[in-house]
């Protein structure tokens, strides 16, 4: 049958497109009551992580202001997942992209991305060990994008310091969350590490309600924003847990923390798969485990709602061989 122009379709016109406005599932079989655990599959980004968001909305910005010119050179220092992010939007939008990422964080990201166009520099770990990421050797890591900065005169996203980062999950997460749940969110939890998704969408979700309770997620020792001395810098949840409070965090929109052990971020990311049929990151687990905790306090009504993310894919983390490490 010859089509007509009336004929409608449902073509994406890019790999942009498929950014945002991911499912949220509900735990039930995981955490069958009291309250329930409700999560948003970041995962399905196309980048496979919730840096995504903010990849699109930093770059998109930049180009908007005339910081970034078309073709012109991009740079940043990532744990894996924004450079993933960014791989996929400079790949869409024709802008050759260098990453700087400690040696520590998994060989599986810089694969990811250097599939997607862009230059990993892999920078020696400073203090940590592989699958284990100190502040020391992300400041590493960011050493070298200043220095690739400097000589290629790329911009820089710094998306420690960018608020387009907050401002993507202000825009979009926060908004998502609130149509997707019916208007009904008594809780968000969230890990942080540059701070933009829990910041931009606790602000979002306490201007629509300013009931809705807000709290972060930090590894166990490493509690900065707790207020807590730092005690293990060496944790499981790469990309989070730096050991420092975040230029882009806002004590404002958050009512409290919760503390996550590396054992229980496994245990977690373990039931996560074998209960819900979903393969993802240690962070995912460690928010799945404080959802469980706070719905343990009594700090919440019986018949409460939290919502957290699974902010990447499992995929990310599967063991490597010492020889590729």
Known sequence: MAQTSETKTEI??????????????AFDRLWPGPGRILAKCEFMNPGASVKDR???HMINTARKNGE???GHPVVEVTSGNQGCGLAVVCAVLGHPLTLAMPKGNSVQRAIHMEALG???????QVEGSYGNVTLADAQAAEEEALR??????AYYVNQFCNKMNLGSHYCSTGPEIWRQTGHRVDAFVNTVGTAGTFAGTSKFLKEVNPEVLCYVVEPAGSEPIKGDPITK?????QGSGYGLVPDLFNYDHMDGTLSVTDEEAVEYKKLIGEKEGLFVGYTSGANVAAAVKLLRSGQLPEDAWVVTLLNDTGLKYTPIPDNLK
């Not at 994406?12 to 991911?22: F, K, M, W, Y």
């Not at 862009?118 to 020696?124: H, N, S």
């Not at 690739?148 to 005169?153: C, M, N, R, V």
């Not at 810098?233 to 949840?237: A, F, M």
């Open 12 to 25: 994406c016109s890019s790999a942009l497109d498929l950014i945002g406005n991911t499912p949220l599932v």
């Open 54 to 56: 903010s990849s699109i």
């Open 68 to 70: 970034l010119k078309p």
């Open 148 to 153: 690739i900065k400097e000589k290629t005169g």
């Open 233 to 237: 810098p060496l944790h499981l949840l």
């Open 118 to 124: 862009a230059t990993c520099v892999r920078v020696p």
